[in-house]
T-cell receptor, first 113, second 107 residues
């Protein structure tokens, strides 16, 4: 199984809502990532978890809160977002070693109203 | 920090023409990866280059890593409409993606 799944596919939320994005992989990968991608832009790294521990936080605002409950699951909790946070949120996984390839999920298209 | 510059931003070709995209880093890269993202899709891993001067081929795609490990290129021979998409390089040092080259192919 070389698939990374993400739910939901689409999400519309108000600025006062609390929602969560979910990501799952069963490839035995021990590194998982959240990226944000705006239209016609490259994916922008947000967080990296390695062996279920947060290893990289790219100065992401606290209204985004990641969580890695176990080696297969990655969540992104959203609270008090702004309209400019509307984007495609991509999850990826890989082996946390020097040479690796990232497998991306299909993404969650988030719209903040 | 590391910056990976990628050119051109856009490339429109006639089917059958060749295509090349280039990535340049301000610092030496431990390795570089290439991804393809189809319109409406997600990035898909193509290849990873690790060694100085490395050249790898995948059918019509040729990937090169510079001797100084600061630049890389992806060349597609005789493009097809299935090659349409955005091609990104990503330096492994900090998983920072280049801006991408959007390829369109006219049948």
């Amino acid at each position: 199984d070389t698939e990374v799944t993400q739910t939901p596919k689409h999400l519309v939320m108000g600025m006062t809502n609390k929602k969560s994005l979910k990501c799952e992989q069963h490839m035995g990968h021990r590194a998982m990532y959240w990226y944000k991608q705006k239209a016609k832009k490259p994916p922008e790294l947000m967080f990296v978890y390695s062996y279920e521990k947060l290893s990289i936080n790219e100065s992401v605002p606290s209204r985004f809160s990641p969580e890695c409950p176990n080696s297969s699951l990655l969540n992104l909790h959203l609270h008090a977002l702004q309209p400019e946070d509307s984007a495609l949120y991509l999850c990826a996984s890989s082996q946390p070693r020097e040479s690796y390839e990232q497998y991306f999920g299909p993404g969650t298209r988030l719209t903040v109203t | 920090g590391q910056q990976v510059m990628q050119i051109p931003q856009y490339q429109h070709v006639q089917e059958g023409e060749d295509f090349t995209t280039y990535c340049n880093s301000s610092t030496t890269l431990s390795n570089i990866q290439w991804y393809k993202q189809r319109p409406g899709g997600h990035p898909v891993f193509l290849i990873q280059l690790v060694k100085s001067g490395e050249v790898k081929k995948q059918k019509r795609l040729t990937f090169q890593f510079g001797e100084a490990k600061k630049n890389s290129s992806l060349h597609i021979t005789a493009t097809q409409t299935t090659d349409v998409g955005t091609y990104f390089c990503a330096g492994h040092n900090d998983m920072r993606f280049g801006a991408g080259t959007r390829l369109t192919v006219k049948p």
